[in-house]
């Protein structure tokens, strides 16, 4: 079972203008962590924003914020006053323990490309 | 200073060669990873060393082997190279510290094509 589910596989928005990327996920684990990545054209992956599961407030970065919804298992990423630099592959990612001894990876959805219209 | 480098940028190589990336970290960070990303853009992990000693193998064939001479470097290298292992492979680094965000900070990947 996919246990992040990105269901945008390409976003489009004009310059200036907000714009939200979906993100899901799937854990019975109650401590987790989430995570947006930016992957530009040059291929490299950046670390965009971080939200854990006992944070009470959304996380946010300059123009990146979270929107995290527990409940419905949702960790979309708002991104505002979008630039023509945002065009990139972003994906969204969960950290997941594999064992007691708090052994960790990241688990990632297939990820969405957004597009910025000038 | 780049925190996590990986070098080389690009391989291309025959099918059958034996090939290595190597890969460093600066941010004093115990954990290190390779992850995959296939074609589809899809990326997996495929191991991590926390301290020189390994605690995640992923199914990786046998022909993946990592090396960590110290917990700043791990290095990957693939013996027996095949078509299917062309592939953008991506080091990364995390605090491994319990209870911390643990955010994993990645290299530039390395774009492995087998011809």
């Known amino acids: 079972a996919q246990k992040i589910t990105q269901t945008q596989p390409g976003m489009f928005v004009q310059e200036k203008e907000a714009v939200t990327l979906d993100c899901t996920y799937d854990?019975?684990?109650?401590?987790?962590?989430l995570f947006w990545y930016k992957q530009p054209s040059s291929g490299e992956m950046i670390f965009l924003i971080y939200?854990?599961?006992?944070?009470?407030q959304n996380a946010t970065e300059g123009r990146y914020s979270l929107n995290f919804q527990k409940a419905r298992k949702s960790a979309n990423l708002v991104i505002s006053a979008s630039q023509l630099g945002d065009s990139a592959m972003y994906f969204c990612?969960?950290?997941?323990?594999?064992?007691?001894?708090?052994?960790?990876?990241?688990?990632f959805g297939k990820g969405t490309k957004l597009t910025v219209n000038p | 200073d780049t925190a996590v480098s990986q070098t080389p940028k690009y391989l291309v190589t025959q099918m059958g060669n034996d090939k290595s990336i190597k890969c460093e970290q600066n941010?004093?960070?115990?954990?290190m990873y390779w992850y995959k990303q296939d074609s589809k853009k899809f990326l997996k992990i495929m191991f991590s060393?926390?301290?020189?000693?390994?605690?995640i193998n992923e199914t990786v064939p046998n022909r993946f082997s990592p090396k960590s001479p110290d917990k700043a470097h791990l290095n990957l290298h693939i013996n027996s190279l095949e078509l299917g292992d062309s592939a953008v492979y991506f080091c990364?680094?995390?605090?491994?510290?319990?209870?911390?965000?643990?955010?994993?900070?990645f290299g530039a990947g390395t774009r492995l094509s087998v011809l």
């Open positions: 990364a680094s995390g605090g491994g510290a319990k209870g911390a965000k643990n955010i994993q900070y």
């Open positions: 854990t019975s684990d109650p401590s987790y962590g």
């Open positions: 939200q854990g599961s006992y944070d009470q």
């Open positions: 990612a969960m950290r997941e323990r594999i064992t007691q001894g708090g052994s960790e990876k990241l688990v």
């Open positions: 941010l004093g960070h115990d954990t």
């Open positions: 060393y926390n301290n020189k000693e390994l605690i």
